[in-house]
């Protein structure tokens, strides 16, 4: 059995892997559903658009559900800050989130230009807000998020939802929005053609650019100055998790610490930079795979990115850094984590077989003539 700092920084790279993996599964979804609007032009190509990821979109969803999940049981009070800090963005993303099944299935239920244009627009809604609230959270997160713990570990939030909404953090949110939508085009390259494809591949150039450009913007601003924080004693990384036991102090360059104490931590960023490079480049001659493994492993960079800054940190506390939420002081019992890492180890293989399974069911192009023939058996 591994040890409780070992289990704890296991858990650590495991949240990030399902992240990562909702980020590359359902990622693609919500950039395909984001572009839906702009590369069909008339229904049967948004009936296309909407059949590359209609059949496989809620599957999807389990990565969602578990890192949630995960999150809950292995850090139980980060769980509790961040969806007590972050309530009202968490409610706007489940909102959002409502127009993505109601717009699959009850699009086509009807034929009426005015009934599908509206729930395509509400799919748009439903695939873009969410990639944009996750971007402006982990924005706030590099900044440190207004909250303390009081002397019987109760959270106490002292923001407000609009102060979430600051230039840092909706710059993350653009960065969030064009990696998404950069993989989604990528991914639509890959089951179209035709105009739709060219269309797509327009939108992949466009906002590839976009990533690397606000991705530059983001790390210059880190650099700079932005945010960052230190532990200074405490955070016993054996001991019981107690996030008042430490010492932490604010420190603006402290997000840069990592990189010079482990300079093969540059990696990550670079896979960030490199993955959407490569991305673009493949994209432009048509090696459409290539071109989506590519964006992968660039989303893979991006968030790796935020969590190799902050490392050890979780969710630092603007308002009372020694509340700040760590690797060490936020995870649940040695126990707890040791049970649910052998449920991971049967269950994760399970998934990624399914999903391989499902993937290469539904591989090749989606066209034109298929949906038209296939009234019933397509969206």
């Known amino acids: 059995m591994l040890d409780y700092e070992t289990l704890r920084l296991v858990w650590w790279l495991l949240v990030g892997v399902l992240l990562i993996g909702f980020a590359v599964m359902d990622g693609h979804d919500m950039g395909v559903g984001t572009l839906l609007p702009f590369v069909g032009r008339n229904d049967v190509e948004r009936r296309v658009v909407i059949n590359t990821v209609g059949p496989h979109w809620d599957g999807n969803q389990v990565w969602f559900i578990t890192a949630g999940g995960a999150l809950f049981a292995a850090w139980p009070l980060v769980y509790a800050a961040a969806f007590s800090g972050f309530y009202w963005a968490m409610l706007a993303v489940l909102w959002a989130l409502f127009l993505r099944p109601t717009g699959f299935d009850f699009r086509s ?9 509206g729930w395509d627009w509400g799919i748009f809604v ?46 993350a949110g653009v960065v969030s929005l064009s990696m998404i939508t950069f993989h989604g085009a990528n991914y639509l390259m890959h089951r179209t053609e035709g105009e739709i494809y060219r269309r797509a591949r327009v939108a992949s150039l466009v906002f590839g650019l976009l990533l690397l ?18 532990i200074t004693s405490g955070a016993d990384p054996t001991g019981v998790s107690n996030p008042l036991a430490k010492t932490v102090v604010a420190d603006p360059g402290a997000w840069m ?20 490079i490569a991305g673009l480049v493949l994209a432009r001659r048509g090696w459409t795979l ?37 690797v060490w002081d936020a995870t649940s019992s040695e126990l707890t984590l040791g049970l649910m890492l052998w449920a991971v180890v049967i269950f ?7 999903t391989r399974w499902a993937y290469g069911v539904m591989a090749g192009k989606v066209t034109a003539s298929y949906v038209e023939a296939n009234q019933r058996g397509t969206y």
Request: aromatic share 16%.
């Open 109 to 117: 239920k009807i034929e009426n230009p005015r009934w599908r244009s």
């Open 126 to 171: 439903g695939s873009a807000v969410p990639p944009v609230i996750f971007g402006v959270a982990f924005g706030n997160l590099l900044q440190g998020v207004p909250f303390y713990f009081d002397a019987t570990l109760a959270t106490r939030y002292t923001g407000t939802f609009w102060q979430l909404l600051n230039p840092f953090a909706l710059l």
């Open 213 to 230: 450009a606000t991705f530059a913007l983001a790390g210059v601003w880190v650099s700079s100055g932005i945010g960052g924080y230190v």
């Open 257 to 276: 610490n990592n990189y010079v104490r482990w300079p093969l931590t540059m990696l990550v960023p670079a896979c960030g930079f490199l993955g959407t």
């Open 290 to 326: 290539s071109a989506f493994i590519a964006s992968s492993v660039a989303m893979a960079g991006v968030i790796g990115t935020a969590a190799v800054s902050m490392f050890p940190f979780v969710m630092p506390s603007s308002s009372e850094p020694n509340s700040s939420l760590t």
């Open 348 to 354: 994760m293989p399970l998934i990624i077989f399914y």
